[in-house]
């Protein structure tokens, strides 16, 4: 599948299946920024260059992991001869997935917190997924037997690693808010989401050696937005993936979230998406 085209204007491009794997070695790969209607992530293999995002310019080389976004504007520009591996997905993918990676997937792909660039913090896990990109690639190569369940494999492993570094980016402050606290904070909400016990006020402002009184103010101070208002809204987005790529009764939804029944779930949801849970879900099987 070709990635750059020489078209007018920014460039659009889909992808027509759950996920798909390239690995492309080049030289001349000057490409346009683009946007897609799909996620990737992106190892380099071998080579060195620039990854443009956002009109942001970065430095790439080898054991680099950068995780795009289907709203991000970006492209390279290669200096070395460069070995890229894409693996793109789909929303679709999720629909294939059990719902404890399901949680994983969303913690990386619909949470936009993290900064551009390579997404590996560990420095042991940099050798990790250059084995288990390298394993995809024979995959795809031999196609032996069960292939396509090995290759699911290993991008689920790769997934897993993933979001292990993304939750390693914001260090926690030893006492008192720095200038990281905020983001840590919007990153410890998300790793706690499922835990309502951990998301009080009181315990989150124990966690970070912040004021109980200041906790609210110092979040939407940093982030514009009031802490319990982005607990409800994150967890809206997160029954929304529930609702549109599981079979999860409304029942259990709620109960995963720590709503005391259904009845309150439904309240919640339609105050702010104007529709039930059970709606919502018919709306959208419609749409599709």
């Not at 996620?39 to 071998?46: D, N, R």
């Not at 969303?106 to 420095?123: A, D, M, T, Y």
């Not at 979040?219 to 802490?227: A, I, P, Q, V, Y």
Request: proline share 4%; net charge neutral; with cysteine.
């Amino acid at each position: 599948m070709g990635l750059m085209c020489n078209f007018t204007g920014m460039e659009i491009r889909n992808l027509y299946e759950p996920f798909a794997l390239e690995l492309r070695e080049t030289d001349n790969y000057i490409a346009r920024e683009h946007k897609k209607t799909f996620f990737e992530m992106v190892f380099i293999l071998e080579g060195t260059g620039v990854q443009i995002i956002n009109q942001n310019k970065l430095p790439y080389a080898p054991n680099k992991l950068f995780l795009i976004f289907p709203e991000d504007s970006h492209g390279f520009e290669v200096q070395e001869t460069t070995k890229f591996f894409f693996i793109r997905f789909n929303d679709s993918y999720l629909r294939t997935q059990g719902k404890e990676w399901i949680k994983k997937m969303e913690f990386i792909f619909h949470v936009h917190n993290h900064l551009p660039g390579c997404i590996l913090k560990n420095v042991t896990d940099k050798p990790l997924i250059r084995s288990l990109v390298e394993a995809l690639n024979r995959e795809v190569i031999n196609n032996n037997a069960n292939h396509d369940e090995v290759i699911t494999q290993l991008i689920n492993t790769i997934i897993t690693v993933a979001a292990r570094n993304i939750t390693l980016q914001d260090s926690v402050p030893a006492s008192g808010p720095s200038s990281n606290t905020s983001m840590s904070l919007v990153t410890y909400v998300q790793e706690h989401i499922y835990q309502p016990e951990n998301l009080k006020a009181e315990k989150i402002a124990a966690h970070f050696n912040i004021s109980p009184t200041y906790i609210s103010e110092y979040f939407r101070k940093h982030s514009g937005e009031n802490l319990q208002q982005y607990i409800i809204n994150y967890k809206l987005k997160l029954m929304e993936t529930r609702l549109l790529y599981t079979d999860m009764r409304i029942n259990e939804i709620a109960d995963e979230f720590g709503f005391t029944d259904e009845s309150h779930l439904n309240r919640i949801f339609k105050k702010y998406k104007d529709l039930s849970p059970t709606a919502f879900r018919k709306q959208r099987a419609i749409a599709e």
